[in-house]
């Protein structure tokens, strides 16, 4: 289980929980998704990121499997989005509607190149999520699991469940 706080990932930096590993090369990361709980918050987002270094306002990009409350409705989605400049904007590149957990999601970089896909049925069958992203980022990067909520613009306490997580070579 992985907990995060912070005002979210996304925007010009992210406050959430991030574990990760060095990723040098071409590669990626896979994981489940089992749970997303907001647990004070409105919203939660948990899933597979690529950093370019732990720097709250580094190069990312990211497919998050999201639970938000609006207007006392519940939406489950996914969010492919990316940061391409450090310091820089987050951009959502692509949102997949009405996916719930669990899901499986994979992040996969080949030079410059990322792409992000997700199984519904534990890697059987991938779904590729918008195209590739070019983002320059170095030749060694952190690969991993990020989880973050928010609520109004306050830190709030969200929490994720993952399992089945690797890093790819």
Same mark, same amino acid.
């Given at each position: 289980m &992985?907990k995060?706080?912070?005002?979210?990932?996304?925007?010009y930096?992210?406050?959430?929980q991030?574990?990760g590993?060095p990723?040098s090369g071409d590669?990626?990361v896979m994981?489940?998704?089992q749970?997303a709980?907001?647990?004070n918050s409105d919203d939660?987002?948990?899933?597979v990121?690529?950093?370019e270094?732990?720097?709250q /306002?580094?190069?990312?990009?990211?497919?998050l499997y999201s639970?938000?409350? /609006?207007?006392?409705t519940l939406?489950?989605?996914?969010?492919?989005?990316s940061? /391409?400049g450090?310091?820089g904007?987050t951009?959502?590149l692509?949102?997949?509607?009405?996916i719930?957990?669990?899901v499986? &999601?994979? &992040?996969?970089r080949s030079?410059?190149t990322f792409?992000?896909a997700?199984s519904?049925?534990?890697g059987?069958n991938?779904?590729?999520?918008?195209?590739?992203?070019?983002?320059?980022?170095?030749?060694?990067?952190?690969a991993?699991?990020?989880?973050?909520?928010?609520q109004?613009?306050y830190?709030r306490l969200?929490?994720?469940?993952?399992?089945?997580v690797t890093?790819?070579k």
């Amino acid at each position: 289980m &992985l907990k995060g706080t912070g005002f979210g990932i996304g925007g010009y930096g992210d406050q959430c929980q991030f574990a990760g590993a060095p990723l040098s090369g071409d590669g990626g990361v896979m994981a489940t998704v089992q749970t997303a709980t907001a647990i004070n918050s409105d919203d939660v987002k948990a899933g597979v990121m690529i950093r370019e270094s732990t720097g709250q /306002s580094a190069r990312e990009i990211a497919l998050l499997y999201s639970v938000s409350l /609006s207007n006392k409705t519940l939406t489950n989605r996914l969010t492919f989005q990316s940061r /391409s400049g450090t310091g820089g904007a987050t951009t959502s590149l692509v949102t997949v509607p009405n996916i719930s957990a669990p899901v499986t &999601l994979r &992040l996969m970089r080949s030079g410059n190149t990322f792409t992000g896909a997700y199984s519904t049925n534990g890697g059987l069958n991938w779904m590729a999520v918008g195209t590739p992203q070019s983002i320059a980022m170095g030749s060694t990067v952190q690969a991993g699991l990020a989880v973050g909520g928010n609520q109004s613009n306050y830190r709030r306490l969200a929490r994720a469940t993952f399992n089945n997580v690797t890093i790819v070579k």
